[in-house]
């Protein structure tokens, strides 16, 4: 029986299976939250790649999505390609590839206003998520 090489999938699931070490030692409901809704997606075998996004606040143009919630992180933090920004200067959404809110609280409430605007202005549902 031939072996099926493992993918990226496989191993952030195999970092899911640790609780983060911020979760332990943090009381941050919100920092929960966000890695309960990162990890979602991961779990459910979806590329957030496209739809996840992090930038500088000194960095004027908004990443090149479709949809998407973006993450605006100071200068001097450092920034990990598939990584959790827990001290983000701004979040917004980005609908139809431009910035439509921004100053949101965080990523939940960035969330869940970014599905509700899908469903209220009859928008195409992401494919990335589809299984979520």
């Known amino acids: 029986m031939s072996e099926m090489l493992p993918t990226e999938s496989d191993y952030q699931l ?3 299976n640790q609780p983060p070490r911020f979760m332990l030692n943090n009381a ?3 920092a929960r ?3 309960v809704l990162r990890g979602l997606a991961i779990l459910l ?9 992090v ?3 000194c960095d004027p143009d908004p990443p090149q999505v479709s949809i998407g919630i973006l993450c605006v992180v100071p200068e001097d933090s450092q920034i990990h390609p598939c990584g ?5 200067v701004d979040t917004a959404l980005i609908l139809e590839g431009v910035i439509a809110l921004d100053g949101l609280e965080n990523v939940p409430h960035a969330m869940c206003l970014e599905f509700g605007l899908i469903y209220a202005l009859n928008m195409e549902y992401p494919q990335q998520l589809k299984n979520t």
């Not at 075998?45 to 996004?53: A, I, L, N, R, V």
Request: hydrophobic share 40%; proline share 4%; charged share 30%.
């Open 55 to 57: 930038g500088l606040d």
């Open 45 to 53: 075998g979806e590329d957030t790649s496209d739809f996840f996004k």
């Open 33 to 35: 939250w966000t890695a």
């Open 14 to 16: 195999a970092d899911l």
């Open 28 to 30: 941050d409901v919100t």
């Open 84 to 88: 959790l920004p827990l001290e983000v």
